[in-house]
Antibody
Framework: EVQLVESGGGLVQPGGSLRLSCAASGFTFSNYWMTWVRQAPGKGLEWVAIIKQDGSENYYVDSVKGRFTISRDNAKNSLYLQMNSLRAEDTAVYYCARDQASRIYLIGWFDPWGQGTLVTVSS | EIVMTQSPATLSVSPGERATLSCRASQSVSSNLAWYQQKPGQAPRLLIYRASIRATGISARFSGSGSGTEFTLTISSLQSEDFAVYYC???????????FGGGTKVEIK
């Protein structure tokens, strides 16, 4: 069974840091682009970052550039999101998701998704 | 940035009726559009990709259409499990800057 399990969320003060993890199983992790998408409480979905199979390319939404870093460890079948200089507006459930198919190019839609991990930025 | 606008924000439909959801892009995204379903407390699930192709395991009740800037998701006969929030998402540019619409909540009338 293809599965993605996020962890690492929690309560952090403004200006603080947090590292999210996403453990993948049931598929060849190293063959897929992977992404992070977040959802503020009661709001819609917002794409955050994406990373190529070998980690050689990564891209971010403007609002997190310079603060967040996406990375992966293919040997551990794991995806990460290092979040620094956190702000109240970063409060959200963070989902990791897999590109739909294993192509060298980005397909651009995502299936499956993990269950999400909640990040709360508050003093 | 390509802005995706969904309408209506809320759609009240009786079980067994047809639901039509709209998604508009601020510029052409060709057919590079996906639809997701999200139920309360759950992660989104891919329903439709490339504007009209059903994802694996998705009921034939769901159909997508459109290209360019105007897209539609149709649910032919609403079942109880279809009441949820639906999001459209585009991917049509490089470097990637994927964007989602604001969502349409389909509720029981």
């Amino acid at each position: 069974e293809v599965q993605l399990v996020e962890s690492g969320g929690g309560l952090v003060q403004p200006g603080g840091s947090l590292r999210l993890s996403c453990a993948a199983s049931g598929f060849t992790f190293s063959n897929y682009w992977m992404t992070w998408v977040r959802q503020a409480p009661g709001k819609g979905l917002e794409w955050v970052a994406i990373i190529k199979q070998d980690g050689s390319e990564n891209y971010y939404v403007d609002s997190v550039k310079g603060r967040f870093t996406i990375s992966r460890d293919n040997a551990k079948n794991s995806l990460y999101l290092q979040m620094n200089s956190l702000r109240a507006e970063d409060t959200a459930v963070y989902y990791c998701a897999r590109d739909q198919a294993s192509r060298i190019y980005l397909i651009g839609w995502f299936d499956p998704w993990g269950q999400g991990t909640l990040v709360t930025v508050s003093s | 940035e390509i802005v995706m606008t969904q309408s209506p924000a809320t759609l009240s439909v009786s079980p067994g009726e047809r639901a039509t959801l709209s998604c508009r892009a601020s510029q052409s995204v060709s057919s590079n559009l996906a639809w997701y379903q999200q139920k309360p407390g759950q992660a989104p699930r891919l329903l439709i990709y490339r504007a009209s192709i059903r994802a694996t395991g998705i009921s034939a009740r769901f159909s997508g259409s459109g290209s360019g800037t105007e897209f539609t998701l149709t649910i032919s006969s609403l079942q109880s499990e279809d009441f949820a929030v639906y999001y459209c998402q585009q991917y049509n540019n490089w470097p990637p800057a994927l964007t989602f619409g604001g969502g349409t909540k389909v509720e029981i009338k």
